[in-house]
Nanobody
Framework: QVQLVESGGGSVQAGGSLRLSCVAS????????MAWFRQAPGKEREGVAA????????DYADSVKGRFTISQDNAKSTLYLQMNSLKPEDTAMYYC??????????????????WGQGTQVTVSS
């Protein structure tokens, strides 16, 4: 059973930066597709970025390209999301998620079975 624990959320002014972390444990397989999602109040959960463990080929939502960077430290079993140039519309609960290997690694909600509890990001104007 994969367990995911996010941290690093907080409140920041527009234009600021935050780095989210997601510590994973309980891996059964050697390769997982790891992703970040977010959900704003009253809106559906949406994919932000995704990457296979051990890969250097991430996938990003158009809304965050050039501002957000997904990365990983496999030695620490930790996934990161560096968020720069934050905008008020980035305000949401951010979730880390994982699924097994297979196909292109993209942040699509239905594909993922393992989820963290979320960390809140609030961006003020």
């Amino acid at each position: 059973q994969v367990q995911l624990v996010e941290s690093g959320g907080g409140s920041v002014q527009a234009g600021g930066s935050l780095r989210l972390s997601c510590v994973a444990s309980g891996y059964t397989y050697s390769t997982y597709c790891m992703a970040w999602f977010r959900q704003a109040p009253g809106k559906e959960r949406e994919g932000v970025a995704a990457i296979y463990t051990g890969s250097d080929r991430p996938d990003y939502a158009d809304s965050v390209k050039g501002r957000f960077t997904i990365s990983q430290d496999n030695a620490k079993s930790t996934l990161y999301l560096q968020m720069n140039s934050l905008k008020p519309e980035d305000t949401a609960m951010y979730y880390c998620a994982a699924r097994g290997y297979g196909g292109r690694c993209r942040a699509r909600v239905p594909d993922f079975g393992y989820w963290g509890q979320g960390t809140q990001v609030t961006v003020s104007s």
